[in-house]
C-alpha cells in the first residue's frame, strides 16, 4: 500500500505546515450497536443524553443516514474503503482466533481479529496521512487480525488504542487491549495486559471485581490524544467506542445507579459464556446507562475542543455503526416502543442499517438544522476529503491491483455548508451473507431480499415495511434487481443469494 502512497517533499511539507491552520479538524465518533431511536434527539424517552442532544442543537441532524451494513465489521469496512457491501472485500464478521495463551488464571487466544481489509485498497487514515494530517484511532478496529497486513501501524495511523478483535469487545473487562504508538516509537501493534483484571475470572461473581474498564481506558487514551493536539497540525480522530453493545456490564457508578431501580420492569440475562457475555439482572439500567455514560464522553470530548480553541475548527460527528441489538440481554423493544422502524442489528430493514447522524461545525453547519438527505458511511470518504481540501482523491488513490477498485460514495459537504449543488444517490446498496439479506433503497422505494426473495415497500408511505407492494409495481421490481445484480461482485469469503 504505502509505496503507491503520494508522500510530500520538503518544500511541500514546508508549504502544508504554513496552511495547516486553514485544514478543518475532523473528529469521527462511532459508537457501537445504537438503534436510530435511542436518543432523546431522535424521540427516545427513557435515556438522558443531554450532550449529544446539545450537540445536535449546535448542528445538523440527519433523519435519512444509513450505516454501510447491518454488522459491526463490514459497516466500518464501508466507512473506511468509500465501498458499498456489493465492491467492498470485508462484508460480514470474519473472525480469526487461534492458540491460547494465559493471563493469571484466564486462558485467552493468542491471536484475534477479523478479516483483514484488502491491503491494495486505500483508507481513509491512510489518504489524510498523506495529506499532512495527525491520525488517532481509539476503539474498535475490525479490519485485520493481529499479525496481518491491515492494522493500524500498517493503514496510516499514527496512535492507537483499543480492540484489534471485535470479539474480545464482547468483555467490557478484558484480559489485554491492543495499543501503537509511532511517537513511541512501536514497530507494531502490541497488547497491554490489563494487570488488575487478569486476577480475577473471565465469567461469574468475581468478574466484577476487576477494576479497569475498557470503555473508561479507551476513552482516557483518546482525550489524551486530543490534548495533544493543536491548531498548527490539522487532525483526524477515529473514535469506535464501544457503548452500548453488549455485555451489559460497567461500574457502579452514579450514572448507573442512577437507572437502576427505576424501571417498572427489568430484563435479566443468564450469561453466554461462548459470546463472553456475563449475566446481569439489571438489563434495563445497564443499557441506559451505558449510553449515558457514551454521552458523558461525547460532553468531554465537546468541552475539550473548547477549551483548547479547537472547536470552530473541528468538524465533530457522531452515528452508529447499525441498529440496536438483542445481545448479553439488551431489550430494544422496551427502549423504542414508537416501533418506528422493523427490524434491528443483521437485518437489511430500515431498524437494521438507519441509524443516528449528527455533524457539529460552528460557522459552517446550521445549528439547529435537520435533514432529509439519503446518505451511506461510504460518502464518508469523499465528503471527507472535501472537508480537507484533498482533490482527486479517486483518481490519486486508485489502485487496479485491489480487488474492486471502484469508489461508490457521493460527498455531501454541499449539503453541509450550503455550498455547490448536492449530487443524489440514485440508490442505496446493502448485502450480508450472515442472514442471506440484501438491500436496496432507490428515492421512497425500498426492497428488502431474503434468500433470493423481493419485497418493495414505499417508504414514503410506509416506513415500517409493512405492505409488500411488489405485485403492483414490476417495473420497479424489474429495475431494482437489475440494480441488485450488476452492483454485486461475487466474493470468495462472502456469499449472498441474488433477487430471483
Not at 492507537?160 to 509511532?182: T, V, W
Not at 497488547?191 to 474498564?213: H, S, T
Not at 472535501?386 to 469508489?407: H, K, L, Q, V, W
Amino acid at each position: 500500500m504505502n509505496n503507491r502512497l503520494i508522500f510530500c517533499g520538503c518544500g511541500a511539507l514546508a508549504a502544508l505546515a504554513a496552511g495547516a491552520q486553514n485544514k478543518p479538524n475532523i473528529i469521527y465518533i462511532m459508537c457501537d450497536d445504537m438503534g436510530y431511536g435511542d436518543l432523546a434527539c431522535y424521540g427516545q424517552q427513557y435515556i438522558s443524553t443531554p450532550n449529544i442532544d446539545r450537540m445536535a442543537a449546535q448542528g445538523m441532524r440527519f433523519t435519512q443516514a444509513y450505516a454501510g451494513s447491518p454488522v459491526s465489521a463490514p459497516s466500518r469496512a464501508t466507512f473506511m474503503t468509500g465501498q458499498h457491501t456489493g465492491h467492498t472485500h470485508v462484508r460480514a464478521n470474519k473472525e480469526y482466533w487461534s492458540g491460547s495463551v494465559q493471563y493469571g488464571a484466564n486462558t485467552d487466544y493468542a491471536v484475534v481479529g477479523q478479516e483483514p481489509y484488502d491491503p491494495n485498497r486505500i483508507i481513509i487514515p491512510e489518504i489524510f496521512k498523506d495529506n499532512g494530517y495527525t491520525t488517532g484511532m481509539f476503539g474498535k478496529w475490525a479490519g485485520g487480525y493481529e499479525g496481518s497486513a491491515s492494522t493500524p501501524d500498517k493503514r496510516g495511523i499514527d496512535e492507537y488504542y483499543g480492540y484489534i478483535c471485535q470479539f474480545q469487545a464482547h468483555l467490557y473487562y478484558p484480559n489485554f487491549l491492543n495499543e501503537y504508538s509511532r511517537s513511541a516509537g512501536d514497530e507494531g501493534v502490541r497488547r497491554v495486559i490489563l494487570e488488575q483484571n487478569i486476577q480475577f475470572p473471565m465469567y461469574g461473581d468475581d468478574y466484577r471485581k476487576r477494576a479497569q474498564y475498557s470503555s473508561d481506558l479507551i476513552h482516557q487514551k483518546a482525550m489524551a490524544w486530543l490534548d495533544k493536539q493543536s491548531a498548527d497540525q490539522p487532525f483526524l480522530g477515529i473514535f469506535t467506542y464501544t457503548l452500548p453493545h453488549a455485555e451489559l456490564v460497567q461500574p457502579e457508578d452514579s450514572i448507573l445507579l442512577a437507572y437502576k431501580g427505576h424501571f417498572c420492569t427489568e430484563k435479566t440475562f443468564g450469561g453466554q459464556q461462548a459470546s463472553r457475555y456475563n449475566p446481569t439482572n439489571y438489563g434495563h439500567a445497564e443499557f441506559a446507562a451505558m449510553i449515558t455514560r457514551l454521552d458523558a464522553q461525547v460532553g468531554e470530548i465537546m468541552a475539550k475542543l473548547e477549551e483548547k480553541g479547537l472547536a470552530d475548527n473541528t468538524v465533530l460527528i457522531f452515528t452508529s455503526d447499525n441498529g440496536p441489538h438483542e445481545e448479553g440481554g439488551a431489550d430494544p423493544d422496551f427502549f423504542n416502543r414508537d416501533g418506528l422502524l422493523q427490524g434491528k442489528k443483521r437485518s437489511t430493514y430500515e431498524g437494521g442499517i438507519r441509524i443516528p447522524f449528527i455533524v457539529r461545525w460552528p460557522g459552517k453547519v446550521a445549528a439547529g438544522s435537520v435533514n432529509d438527505h439519503q446518505l451511506a458511511f461510504y460518502d464518508l470518504m469523499p465528503t471527507f476529503c472535501d472537508i480537507a481540501g484533498i482533490e482527486n482523491y479517486e483518481t490519486r488513490y486508485a489502485n487496479p491491483e485491489a480487488e474492486n477498485d471502484s469508489f461508490d460514495g457521493l460527498s455531501f459537504y454541499p449539503t453541509l455548508t450550503g455550498e455547490g449543488e448536492q449530487q443524489q444517490h440514485e440508490f442505496l446498496y446493502w448485502e450480508f451473507s450472515e442472514t442471506n439479506m440484501m438491500g436496496l433503497r432507490m428515492g421512497n422505494w425500498k426492497m428488502v431480499v431474503q434468500q433470493g426473495n423481493c419485497k418493495l415497500f414505499d417508504l414514503a408511505t410506509d416506513l415500517h415495511e409493512d405492505n409488500n407492494v411488489a405485485d403492483q409495481h414490476p417495473e420497479v421490481v424489474a429495475k431494482m434487481k437489475a440494480i441488485l445484480k450488476s452492483q454485486h461482485t461475487d466474493s470468495s469469503l462472502f456469499s449472498v443469494t441474488l433477487p430471483q
